[in-house]
């Protein structure tokens, strides 16, 4: 068992945050699409059902921002509490996507705040829903700009070091190192593709509770729909995500995959256990598709993790984080297609409560495949903070109050966790979207 060290402590304080808060913050960048989207539907097809939807999930989306601040705010400050090693030599080469990610942030809180209290004061109701633009691009820039930190983390450009001495600072290059297209790309379309999949599983137990009104088809259909679209897309992505890894990263991938010889048609594992000899047993072979993951060609050789020093690469749990993450991809993929034939052919069949109950199931399973992905990136990167620059224990605090650190946050985070959740169930419970209806008749 790893010893509880500084460095250990800030790794765990800093999962703790990071793990509460990009659940808000994966909702925060997801649900404006939706939001928008739902009122362009209404306005144009002139249905109200689709400008209530919007205007409810505004609401909600307004309690899950307020968390995400608190959260986000902590992050900055653990950034420089808990490892200003790092921060010394990476805070100047990343400052300005730091700053854009700030900027981004009070962009899209200005356009929500005026978005929110406008409904209805425009006679032409597509002035309001173009509020709704800014809000949309601010989430998704500011989800852009943060996942080109983590980007810079994988892949460190744009700088010199020299004795410890940061020279030939070249921020956009740092910015745009190799990692951002497939990092910022995955980060924005699991977003999405979460984001509708929360909504789709709500709206599916209210469904479930309150029967299959016309409101609740249609939003089903919408987020499902939607959830379709950006299921493709990660699919896509994360085959992208595989080659850059094969480049980039080959002893990340090879811990992933538990692959340890270097050989050409490599196979993929599914599961299993690894043996103290190094045999998985138990596992699901899938012949030659290692290669293709990594080089898009069957024959293709991939680099073994014997290949590197064992004290350089990263833990081999991070199979199961691997194949947890791609296993709820596909099942998320599926289950939106298998919605969309139904819903074409055999309507009325997707509103079965095996299809419900199964999209119910598929909400929560949508936030667990983002915190797997999480946690594989972070620790599939170990024992470097700075990819082959500086270790993670080089970059840590040594302060000895850092334990007290870790239960202060985490009760903070319970509070925070238990007043969402007891006020977005007081908000809908309170006010049942049949009375918006009866508002919006009179």
């Known amino acids: 068992m790893p010893e509880l060290d500084s460095a250990m402590l800030s790794r765990l304080l800093t999962s703790l945050t990071l793990g509460f808060h990009i659940l808000f913050a994966t909702l925060g960048v997801g649900v404006p699409l939706l939001i928008s989207g739902a009122e362009w539907i209404g306005i144009r097809r002139k249905d109200n059902h689709y400008r209530i939807l919007a205007r409810r999930w505004t609401r909600g989306f307004v309690v899950t921002v307020a968390v995400g601040v608190v959260t986000g705010t902590c992050i900055g400050l653990q950034l420089s509490l808990l490892w200003p090693s790092f921060m010394e030599v990476a805070g100047q080469v990343i400052g300005l996507p730091l700053f854009l990610e700030t900027f981004a942030f009070f962009f899209e809180a200005i356009f929500l705040g005026i978005y929110l209290y406008t409904w209805d004061r425009f006679e032409n109701p597509y002035y309001h829903w173009l509020l709704s633009v800014p809000v949309v691009i601010g989430s998704t820039a500011s989800a852009f700009f943060i996942s080109t930190v983590n980007a810079f983390m994988n892949s460190p450009k744009g700088f010199k ?8 600072i070249k921020p956009l290059i740092a910015m745009f190192n190799p990692a951002t297209p497939t990092k910022a790309s995955h ?15 709500i709206t599916a137990f209210l469904i479930l509770k309150k029967g299959n009104s016309e409101y609740y088809r249609k939003a089903l259909h919408f987020t499902m729909v939607t959830a379709f679209v950006f299921a493709i897309a990660t699919v896509v992505i994360g085959d992208f995500s595989g080659k850059y890894l094969a480049k980039y990263q080959p002893e990340k991938l090879a811990a992933a995959e538990w692959h340890f010889e270097t050989e050409k048609g490599a ?20 012949p030659n598709f290692l290669s293709i993951l990594a080089h898009g060609d069957p024959n293709a050789e991939v680099i073994g993790l014997n290949e590197f020093p064992e004290d350089e690469t990263a833990p081999l749990f991070i199979h199961y984080l691997f194949d947890l993450m791609i296993g709820i991809g596909m099942f998320l993929a599926a289950l939106s297609t298998v919605f969309l034939i139904l819903s074409r052919w055999r309507q009325g069949w997707q509103h079965s409560k095996l299809i419900l109950w199964t999209i119910v199931a598929a909400g929560p399973l949508a936030l667990l495949a983002i915190e797997f992905g999480w946690i594989f990136s972070e620790v599939g990167r170990q024992p470097w903070i700075l990819w082959h620059v500086m270790e993670t ?3 840590a605090t040594t302060s000895e109050h850092v334990g007290a650190m870790f239960i202060l946050f985490f009760a903070l985070y319970v509070v925070l966790g238990w007043i969402c959740i007891s006020v977005l169930l007081k908000m809908f419970r309170n006010n049942p979207v049949e009375t918006e209806f009866e508002q919006m008749d009179r």
């Open 161 to 168: 070091l020299d004795n410890g001495q940061i020279t030939e």
């Open 267 to 286: 196979d993929l594992i599914v599961g299993g256990i690894l043996g103290e000899d190094g045999e998985v047993k138990y596992g699901l072979h899938l």
């Open 187 to 201: 980060v924005i379309s699991t977003a999405y593709l979460t984001s509708a999949f929360v909504l789709a599983a």
């Open 393 to 395: 224990v080089d970059g």
